[in-house]
């Protein structure tokens, strides 16, 4: 009797460590995801260096260009978290595996908080480097010097200004590329809407990461020192230094 004890208490351990040793690989892919995500930005100013004149139109093209490209890199890292986190459900839950096991309820809440704080980080960093790449006065004199001698400064500038929104918007609109999971699982959630509200849409609208950091206060000042700067040149023909922000 003692042995088949023992036997079966080596079984249980053998077990367990494979269970571990397979929860602690699944765990630590996540982890790496997730520090991509937080060491990422959508603009960075060496994706612009040019010796040549570029206008605002043109620039603000290409940072359509490259954040699209950066954000479907990290719209495919986000996804797979999930297949991930399925994995150690199905070694951790004698459940099927759906996405909502109980037991693994808070650990979907914590991957859900630190894509929300790596997101977050994302739109901050990448605002900073937009206003860098926008204001620095080497890039002041390389994008807006051209051709302001043959037209009139208040038309170039009100395009400037218009160029330089719709770039903020683009990086602040981001986060509405992530749909969230619903509480307790790492399934997408989605509005519940009666089925008169329903006819003509293809699908429910998603639920998005956009509503929680759109109410940021650090991205939200990162917006006032751009928009604040973009007045300073306006009216006063040249870049002035904002004070120190969190965007600054």
């Given at each position: 009797r003692i042995k088949v004890y023992?036997?079966?208490c080596n079984q249980a351990l053998d077990i367990f460590c494979s269970t571990q040793h397979e929860v602690r690989k699944h765990v630590l892919s996540i982890t790496n995801i997730l520090d991509i995500f937080k060491r990422s930005t959508l603009i960075n100013q060496n994706d612009f260096?040019?010796?040549e004149y570029v206008n605002m139109d043109k620039l603000s093209k290409q940072i359509e260009c490259?954040?699209?490209n950066k954000?479907?890199?990290?719209?495919?890292?986000?996804?797979s978290l999930r297949p991930?986190?399925?994995k150690i459900e199905s070694v951790v839950s004698e459940a099927s595996c759906t996405g909502a096991s109980s037991e693994l309820s808070s650990y979907y809440f914590h991957v859900q908080i630190n894509v929300y704080n790596a997101l977050?980080?994302?739109v901050v960093r990448s605002l900073a480097n937009l206003r860098q790449l926008l204001f620095s006065q080497v890039n002041h004199q390389r994008i807006y010097s051209k051709g302001v001698e043959s037209y009139n400064d208040q038309l170039i500038n009100d395009a400037h200004i218009a160029q330089a929104h719709r770039c903020t918007r683009l990086i602040t609109c981001t986060p509405k590329r992530f749909i969230r999971w619903m509480n307790g699982t790492c399934s997408e959630a989605a509005i519940k809407l009666d089925e008169d509200d329903i006819l003509g849409l293809s699908q429910p609208p998603s639920i998005t990461y956009y509503e929680a950091i759109a109410r940021n206060k650090y991205?939200?000042?990162c917006l006032v020192t751009i928009y604040r700067d973009l007045i300073s040149y306006n009216h006063r023909g040249g870049i002035q230094p904002s004070p120190a922000t969190p965007c600054g």
């Open positions: 023992i036997d079966s260096v040019s010796d490259v954040v699209e954000v479907e890199s990290l719209l495919q890292s986000y996804r991930l986190l399925l977050s980080e994302v991205i939200v000042g």
